[in-house]
């Protein structure tokens, strides 16, 4: 196959910015983010988005291409991410993905069919007055009736996907967890590279504090400030990301600042945990640990570089 997909992945704060344009670089590629808030345009402190110089000329996509009021989800994701790519490879260049969305990676690496029927809005419409009528837990049962799977792996907070998965079973007659299934053992389109970066748990977890405290130095609080006075609502996609909730609710009252710093780290702990749950149930991983590179990413960039050779020389 010609058509090369190299990706780099693995939990928040373990060191995937750099290690990606170090690689781009080296191989003449490009990037694309696999990242559901670096997106958003004036989101970027809490999303640690890469910034015009640490980018040293490698180009970036899908990233300050949407405003915070616009949706974004895996099948937007999916259709401008392989946009992105076919434009990579008509120029050439070798598409490099990055980020830790790990559903957004699959959803590209194995093409993964979103099937769609917005024809009868009728269902929806019912299924959202039940849950903003009798809540998300009375609606997340009666996923549970009929797809106890997706219910086990869908939470009952994320209404918008349980209304999906009910939506689904009753349009189709299929479970969508069956669906799902199927669809994640189909083999890439791609000439697959999927490298998942890692460290020691402790070291992780040092790096995820470490993180949240610089980014509250860099003004993290002020950009939530200007998010609020742009309109932006915590119901809105964009602001459902770690860091811009939490402060979300300081501002409205909800607990003080303290308390919503401290949620911060506390969440992206548990969030970089999910992260590597998901990873380790994919298929085609090639793990990458920093202690087994003497925690140096020269020597991880030196090993991909040997692994992936036959495309960039």
Same mark, same amino acid.
């Given at each position: 196959?010609?058509? %090369?997909?190299?990706?780099?992945?693995?939990?928040?704060?373990?060191?995937?910015?750099?290690?990606?344009?170090?690689?781009?670089?080296?191989?003449?590629?490009?990037?694309?983010?696999?990242?559901?808030?670096?997106?958003?345009?004036?989101?970027?402190?809490?999303?640690?988005?890469?910034?015009?110089?640490?980018?040293?000329g490698v180009p970036h996509h899908l990233i300050d291409v949407l405003d915070p009021?616009?949706?974004?989800?895996?099948?937007?994701?999916?259709?401008?991410?392989?946009?992105?790519?076919?434009?990579?490879?008509?120029?050439?260049?070798? %598409?490099?993905?990055?980020?830790?969305?790990?559903?957004?990676?699959?959803? $590209?690496?194995?093409?993964?069919?979103?099937?769609?029927?917005?024809?009868?809005?009728?269902?929806?419409?019912?299924?959202?007055?039940?849950?903003?009528?009798?809540?998300?837990?009375?609606?997340?049962k009666m996923l549970e009736e009929v797809d106890p799977a997706a219910a086990d792996?869908?939470?009952?907070?994320?209404?918008?996907?349980?209304?999906?998965?009910?939506?689904?079973?009753?349009?189709?007659?299929?479970?969508?967890?069956?669906?799902?299934?199927?669809?994640?053992?189909?083999?890439? %389109?791609?000439?697959?590279?999927?490298?998942?970066?890692?460290?020691?748990?402790?070291?992780?977890?040092?790096?995820?504090?470490?993180?949240?405290?610089?980014?509250?130095?860099?003004?993290? $609080?002020?950009?939530?400030?200007?998010?609020?006075?742009?309109?932006?609502?915590?119901?809105?996609?964009?602001?459902?990301?770690?860091?811009?909730?939490?402060?979300?609710?300081?501002?409205?009252?909800?607990?003080?600042?303290?308390?919503?710093?401290?949620?911060?780290?506390?969440?992206?702990?548990?969030?970089?945990?999910?992260?590597?749950?998901?990873?380790?149930?994919?298929?085609?991983?090639?793990?990458?640990?920093? %202690?087994?590179?003497?925690?140096?990413?020269?020597?991880?960039?030196?090993?991909?570089?040997?692994?992936?050779?036959? $495309?960039?020389?």
């Amino acid at each position: 196959m010609d058509r %090369p997909l190299i990706i780099l992945t693995g939990p928040t704060a373990v060191g995937k910015t750099k290690l990606s344009i170090d690689l781009a670089k080296a191989m003449g590629g490009e990037i694309v983010s696999a990242d559901s808030i670096q997106v958003y345009r004036h989101m970027d402190i809490g999303s640690a988005k890469v910034t015009k110089s640490e980018m040293g000329g490698v180009p970036h996509h899908l990233i300050d291409v949407l405003d915070p009021t616009e949706e974004f989800n895996v099948v937007i994701f999916q259709k401008m991410a392989k946009e992105a790519v076919e434009g990579i490879l008509n120029r050439g260049h070798i %598409p490099v993905v990055v980020g830790g969305t790990g559903f957004y990676i699959q959803a $590209l690496a194995y093409d993964i069919d979103f099937t769609e029927n917005d024809q009868d809005r009728t269902l929806r419409l019912e299924l959202e007055r039940i849950a903003g009528e009798k809540g998300g837990e009375y609606l997340h049962k009666m996923l549970e009736e009929v797809d106890p799977a997706a219910a086990d792996q869908i939470h009952a907070n994320n209404i918008k996907r349980v209304i999906r998965a009910i939506e689904f079973y009753r349009q189709t007659g299929t479970r969508i967890s069956e669906h799902n299934e199927a669809e994640r053992k189909k083999s890439s %389109p791609y000439q697959l590279f999927y490298y998942v970066l890692n460290t020691r748990r402790s070291i992780l977890y040092d790096r995820v504090e470490r993180r949240v405290e610089q980014m509250m130095e860099q003004g993290l $609080l002020e950009e939530v400030k200007k998010l609020a006075a742009m309109g932006c609502a915590r119901d809105m996609v964009s602001m459902q990301g770690l860091g811009y909730k939490e402060l979300l609710d300081h501002l409205e009252g909800r607990c003080t600042l303290e308390e919503a710093v401290y949620t911060i780290k506390r969440d992206t702990r548990h969030f970089a945990k999910r992260q590597l749950t998901w990873f380790k149930r994919e298929k085609d991983v090639r793990w990458l640990n920093l %202690p087994d590179f003497h925690d140096n990413l020269t020597e991880v960039l030196d090993h991909i570089l040997q692994e992936t050779r036959e $495309l960039w020389n």
